[in-house]
């Protein structure tokens, strides 16, 4: 930061953005950001987070008061909490019954097919890539000796042509490939090895009623790295125990191998 | 007590987005309001209700916390029928997870500073109460966590990708 602006710090954005800063201040922060763009970025990301805090929780606070809530705020003590809580379940699956019906069968359908979110996608990814990955005895079903049958099964499980994408020149080679379960049906994961053992798996799913498209991303689920994408209805997620940016290479190799 | 009846619709928004899970969340608001007719003797006069009850509500999230540590976690993935609280305008219910799950990744106490701020528009120095921090430390897990949701949920990098094609 330059001496001109030593005088602006971490909390005049955290100020900045809460709209709690008095005008003259407001004014040099925001001449700060005009010749700051990173700075401007963050300021702006972080406004657009309290605006999606709100807009995602604030239904929570028109709700009606559960009842036992209110009684507890009176009397500080409530009957028998299983009860009121049995009565609010029902209550909560009539609601949700009716809003499923009204909603029709578009959200219906989201409800049923694929994961609820992309997160979750590579949340299964990452949970088959930790069971498997270890796996010295039977790591896959079929090997990629078998290369043909692998394809044509997985292919017909998981309802769309897959190939195998060559990763040799990131030096991976396919040991093979089986099929995953999930809550909405089989999807399918090859597996890759390089010279030093280490494994990568690449999981795959062409059932997804994604609204969207999405881009490389990263995740993280316990000591996995996860780089997915999903393309329309496939979703593709490249899973290892390796560096982010190491995978992202491969992952980019993939990307051009798969080419969807 | 009318003040407390008050805040129990923020009470409640808050656990929400600390817990994510309804039943889990109206637990947590109740057993704060108990808790807070059990330790009625110790409020001062003059003291702001919404932070005394927040701060029984942050305690009691803490020590949940703890005990949950120690057993081993199963999170529901699929909650399949979506929240009665969902309506037009809000949030889908794909967005609504990624944001409850990048809100879980959250250290605790960086998860608490954005919510009682940037949800419930807290001031600095009442957010600082409610954790029982000073509010410079505050400001510095305020600014730590927002970076850290950020690089979450926008978590998308840039990468220029070539086709082969």
Known sequence: MSDAWRDISEDDLNRFVDGRLVPERRARVAAYLAAHADQAQEAAAFARLNARLRKAFDAVSDEPIPPALVQAAIRGRTCPRRHWRRLGRAAALVIAVAGLGIAGGWQLREAVNGPASWSEFAREAAAAHRVFAPDRQFPVELPATRKAQLVAWLSARIGAPITTPNLEKVGFRLIGGRLVPTPDGPAAQLMYENGSGTRITLYLRADLRNSRDIKFRIARENEVNVWYWLDGPRGYALSGDIDQQQLLRIAEVLYDEVGS | ?165
């Open chain 2, 1 to 165: 007590m009318a003040q407390m009846i008050e805040q129990i619709p923020s009470l409640r928004r808050y656990a929400r987005a600390l817990v994510g899970d309804r039943s889990r969340a109206d637990d947590l608001v109740q057993d704060c309001l108990e808790r807070a007719w059990s330790r009625a003797h110790l409020f001062r006069p003059g003291e702001d209700v919404r932070v005394w009850l927040f701060t029984i509500l942050h305690n009691l999230h803490v020590s949940s916390i703890r005990r949950r540590r120690r057993q081993p976690r199963l999170v529901p993935l699929v909650d399949g029928a979506p929240d009665p609280a969902m309506r037009e305008g809000q949030e889908s219910a794909a967005e609504m997870a990624d944001l409850a799950w990048a809100l879980e990744q959250l250290p605790p106490d960086q998860c608490s500073a954005v919510l009682l701020v940037g949800l419930e528009d807290m001031t600095y120095r009442q957010a600082a109460a409610v954790l029982g921090i000073p509010v410079g430390t505050l400001m510095s897990r305020l600014y730590r966590g927002r970076q850290r949701l950020r690089a979450l949920i926008e978590g998308e990098v840039s990468v220029h990708l070539k086709r082969a094609k």
